[in-house]
């Protein structure tokens, strides 16, 4: 049923006799005689961590007032703290004096709040007032809700999270198998806010570590699959195990007992047999392809030549340097036998049977002259005759009678002094009986 508003009463009075009639008014005034409620007494309200400061946190919607003021029904609403333990003043504020929003003004990291050893847990007392200076008062609980905004976190003495995680292992030289004396703890993780599963995994580098090591993604214990011969630098990577996959990174140092003292070999191989492996490989293959190059170029060369030596036949080679050669010995070779038959010739004429006696001139021939049909013969006819003797040119010396008395001397060609000429021609031959001069 709604409320039924009462301002002013009309009242009809009767009175004597005569039945007097009289029109009264009575005005109803209001009186400030209940104070504003609340809806509850105790309310809890979640608040997440990733909230942002200024932003709206809860509305009080449930507050009534029983009294009725048309001039001025407004409420004002203050905070107090409640308990000093849960203080939440400092975090909570209403919006205005006359607003039922409660607004954040403070971060509220959760983490940072467990982190201090403390409940994340805020109390405020709410008092809300009528313009009468009624009041009343409800307690308002804020948890801090944790959000999924922290990766996890390796579990190391004396190390908050302002440190960078790393951890050390010395083995024996050659050392293979689970690395289980790690210093300062042993290999472990967890996630920082929601409490998510973790995974391990040894992030890749260029060097190589992470191909000669293995670790067990569930448990963190790190393996060596080849024999550890230097000091190996190793990063671990932890990652959670939810749709965020956030991670955190720590370092590992493995040394060995030769090399406890010295730095980590960054960008060489772990496993020093790999490398030399590799090396041998790489040497063998280039000196084959040395080889095998070198064979195919003298391939190449020896085909070249021969190719060329087809080309070129062993009679023309030189021909002219040849030729020229033959010329001069042949005239030289020439020279002598004209002194020599000119001397016989002149030891004959002064002898008693060569004495009245002459021989008939001998006829010079054109050195330059000769057919065609000769010209166009091959250079290889231009060899010396030995058994031939020129008897186209004059000789100042006698004649060798023995020269002529040899039966296989049946013609006498010119001589080759000529290069341009290879043979003369026939008709200037001599023919020479044999006992031409008995």
């Known amino acids: 049923m709604p409320l039924l508003v009462v301002t002013n009463v009309k009242l009809r009075i009767s009175c004597g006799a005569t039945s007097t009639v009289t029109d009264m008014i009575v005005i109803v005034e209001s009186v400030n005689e209940f104070p504003p409620e609340f809806g509850k007494n105790y309310y809890h309200i979640n608040v997440n961590e990733s909230t942002a400061v200024g932003s709206l946190v809860y509305t009080i919607s449930d507050v009534t007032d029983r009294d009725i003021d048309e001039a001025d029904n407004s409420l004002t609403y203050t905070i107090s703290k409640d308990l000093q333990e849960f203080d939440g003043t400092p975090y909570f504020v209403m919006k205005t004096g006359t607003s039922p929003d409660i607004m954040l003004q403070e971060v509220v990291d959760y983490d940072a709040i467990v982190a201090s050893g403390k409940i994340p847990t805020f109390l405020i007392r709410v008092t809300v007032q009528d313009h009468g200076g009624r009041r009343d008062d409800a307690l308002f609980n804020f948890t801090i809700i ?12 004396n190390c908050d999270s302002g440190c960078t995680p790393s951890y050390t292992t ?6 293979r198998g689970a690395l289980t004396n790690v210093t300062p703890a042993a290999l472990k993780a967890v996630d920082q ?8 995994s040894l992030v890749r580098d260029s060097a190589g570590y992470h191909s000669a090591f293995r670790i067990d993604p569930n448990t963190g214990i790190i393996s060596a699959l080849s024999p550890v011969l230097s000091t190996v630098a190793l990063i671990v ?3 959670e195990i939810s749709a965020l996959q956030r991670f955190a990174l720590a370092n590992m140092l493995v040394k060995t007992n030769s090399s406890s003292g010295s730095q980590p070999n960054v960008g060489r191989s772990v496993v020093k047999e790999t ?7 790489v040497i063998v293959v280039a000196i084959v392809a040395v080889i095998i190059i070198g064979a195919l170029v003298l391939a190449l060369v020896i085909y070249c030549k021969r190719q060329r030596e087809k080309m070129v036949k062993p009679g023309d080679v030189s021909s002219s340097q040849s030729t020229s050669r033959d010329a001069l010995q042949n005239e030289k070779e020439l020279s002598n036998s004209r002194q020599e038959l000119l001397q016989s010739y002149a030891m004959f004429m002064t002898s008693s049977e060569g004495k009245g006696n002459a021989l008939p001139p001998i006829t010079t021939a054109d050195m330059m002259i000769g057919t065609d049909e000769f010209k166009k013969r091959s250079r290889k006819r231009r060899k010396k005759e030995q058994e031939i003797f020129d008897g186209t040119r004059k000789y100042d010396m006698e004649a060798d009678i023995d020269f002529f008395r040899q039966g296989t001397k049946s013609k006498i060609k010119r001589s080759t002094r000529s290069i341009k000429e290879q043979r003369l021609d026939p008709k200037y031959w001599i023919t020479v009986q044999n006992g031409y001069l008995e």
């Open 193 to 200: 806010d929601k409490q998510h599963a973790v995974q391990y």
């Open 275 to 281: 490398d030399d492996n590799m090396t041998i490989i």
């Open 237 to 239: 990577k932890v990652t």
């Open 170 to 175: 010395i083995v024996p030289d050659g050392f």
């Open 146 to 157: 944790n959000e999924d905004d922290l990766p996890p976190a390796f579990i190391i003495p």
